[in-house]
């Protein structure tokens, strides 16, 4: 509905008129009880002092002697107000706090079990008479905006959601500890390479960074260096000279050891599987989300970065087999705006990028250049989804290798783009005037998108409205061709008795781990449902799969043969 709060107690407030406690409010408590015995068990224990730590100051070197753990805990327990679990949980684990957890176990929050019982039983009591109370309020609202179906699909595809979170995807924490150390190397190599340049200087001190930008007369502010080191601003000025591309680099690799090696290790269970929370109500477009940790976040973009998914396994006897739409926000764009072109393009299996080209520059197929013409009708056709401009389409062109376009040359493309689909030209105007005069707009299965944004005083805040407005139906239509290709999957991979277990959901590709003996019979099953769950569709759908041990490592299974029998 996207004008209702997440939470049942908000929701239990506006409708009800009823305050709840929050479930940390009611537990909140006892956790402190629980930090505070932990802290004080630490305290019985010698832990001895800290090594000394070399760092780097003001280009100089300066030996730090760190806290001992101990004296750190004492002045926490003396703190008065002090929230314990939170300050623990707060100290980095090579501060100490890895050492007492060694030990002494992890500190847990505390849960409903460990409150007195009439509490836990008239909070849990609250939860499920202000739900059934909820229900027939927000069940109006659906109807009124005709959102049956989407719920349906919605609710027909948690019991695969619900199962990916309880299966996880299994972990090889060797793998993870050996990248760690790959990718410190480079960094302590990209350190040394940056001293040659400009002398001591810390890649990961945005201050130092800052002022090494305003030394080489590259930045000329005199304060506010937050933001002005930043990725995007690095990636914009590496070529005013070579130190900065380092940088960036090494702030790379940081971020790839912070946000993955390092953390996806501790989210093992004692089986080595990794599990995530997903959630279908946090993205107004309907897509999933994930967190604690985000495996949806795997970065792909870079070599470094997808090497991260090797960390990502299948258990012992079984194979990873990913299905992934193709071009499924493109189909759908055929199908919405009836342009005739793109859709005999479809569903004559002809190569989209190709034909546009060959109509863009009025060339015929052997002519057709990779970089020169392929690229550009390419990325147009994607960014049209996104209301790209041509400031955006000549650095995507720039940073792609097919230089020596124009601004004027790149809007001559987009106009050319959708002079040949001009179907798609017309649906793109129509979705803008009804977002206008409407204030939402609706994908193909009737899902909505409120785009308030439109009525805004402020020019831009319209303009990213607009380009809501076009881009949110085909984003949603996507995403509920999937949902209901995991509704139609969920009773035939349960007939497997846990042989065949789906993983992960991300954007077009569904993931999941199958027994080596069954891949052929499932992968058959698979492409005929995900091929087929859309029927009244005016274009084909089509599903690339992979297979594979692991996630980094997985090849496309080719066609059928002439023997009908499928081949990796």
């Given amino acids: 509905l996207q004008t209702e709060p997440q939470g049942l107690k908000p929701l239990a407030f506006r409708h009800l008129g009823i305050s709840r406690l929050s479930y940390e409010e009611m537990v909140g408590p006892r956790t402190q009880e629980i930090a505070r015995e932990y802290l004080t068990k630490a305290l019985e ?18 030996i730090r002697k760190p806290q001992p753990i101990d004296t750190k805990i ?32 992890e500190l847990h929050p505390a849960y409903l079990s460990d409150i007195d019982f009439e509490d836990a039983l008239n909070y849990a009591c609250a939860d499920a008479d ?31 959601v619900s199962d990916m979170q309880e299966t996880g995807i299994k972990g090889d924490a060797e793998y993870f500890r050996k990248l760690s150390e790959e990718f410190s190397e480079r960094m302590n190599q990209l350190s040394a390479d940056i001293e040659k340049l400009v002398g001591t200087l810390n890649p990961g001190s945005d201050k130092q960074v800052f002022e090494l930008l305003r030394r080489l007369k590259i930045e000329k502010k005199s304060k506010m260096y937050k933001g002005a080191t930043d990725h995007a601003r690095l990636e914009a000025i590496e070529h005013r000279h070579p130190a900065i591309p380092l940088i960036a680099a090494w702030r790379g690799y940081r971020k790839l050891q912070g946000t993955f090696l390092d953390v996806l290790p501790t989210r093992m269970g004692d089986d080595a599987r990794i599990r995530t929370t997903l959630r279908i109500t946090r993205v107004v477009t309907g897509r999933l989300s994930s967190s604690n940790p985000n495996l949806m976040a795997q970065p792909v973009r870079t070599e470094d970065g997808r090497k991260i998914r ?9 194979t990873l087999l990913s299905g992934d739409y193709s071009q499924v926000e493109m189909r759908c764009v055929a199908h919405i ?36 013409h392929r690229y550009p009708a390419k990325r147009i056709g994607f960014g049209i989804l996104y209301q790209i401009s041509p400031q955006k389409l000549l650095k995507e062109l720039e940073v792609s290798g097919a230089a020596g376009y124009t601004l004027m040359e790149c809007q001559n493309m987009i106009d050319r783009w959708f002079d040949t689909y001009s179907g798609v030209k017309a649906w793109v105007e129509e979705q803008k005037l009804h977002a206008r005069r409407y204030g939402y707009v609706r994908d193909m299965w009737g899902r909505i998108r409120l785009v308030p ?5 402020h020019p831009r805040i319209v303009e990213a409205g607009i380009r809501q407005a076009v881009n949110a139906p085909i984003q949603m239509s996507a995403q509920g061709i999937i949902k209901e290709a995991m509704a139609q999957l969920v009773p035939l991979y349960k007939s497997y008795d846990g042989l065949v277990r789906p993983l992960l959901q991300i954007h077009d590709d569904l993931l999941f781990e199958v027994r080596e003996d069954l891949v052929e019979e499932f992968l058959q099953i698979a492409k005929e449902v995900m091929e087929g769950c859309v029927p009244w569709m005016t274009v084909p759908l089509e599903v690339e799969f992979k297979m594979g041990k ?12 002439e023997n009908g029998k499928q081949a990796a």
């Fill in 45 to 62: 224990i010698d832990w001895g002092k800290p090594e000394p730590v070399i760092e780097v100051r003001g280009g100089e070197l300066k």
């Fill in 74 to 105: 004492k002045k926490a327990l003396s703190r008065k107000g002090e929230d314990l679990y939170d300050w623990w949980s707060g100290i980095e684990p090579e501060a100490g706090r890895g050492m007492v957890e060694a030990v002494l176990g």
């Fill in 130 to 160: 202000d739900t059934l109370s909820i229900y027939p309020m927000l069940m109006d609202k659906i109807k009124a905006w005709g959102l049956e179906d989407v719920l349906d699909r919605d609710m027909r595809m948690l019991p695969m």
């Fill in 310 to 318: 090797g960390g990502f396994v299948a258990e012992d006897g079984f």
């Fill in 337 to 372: 705006s009836q342009d005739p072109l793109m859709m005999d393009v479809y569903r004559t299996g002809k190569d989209i990028h190709t034909e546009t080209a060959m109509r863009m520059f009025k060339i015929p197929k052997e002519n057709v250049d990779e970089l020169k």
């Fill in 453 to 457: 944004e439109i009525i805004s005083v």
């Fill in 550 to 561: 692991r996630w980094n490592e997985m090849k496309k299974i080719k066609k059928e043969d």
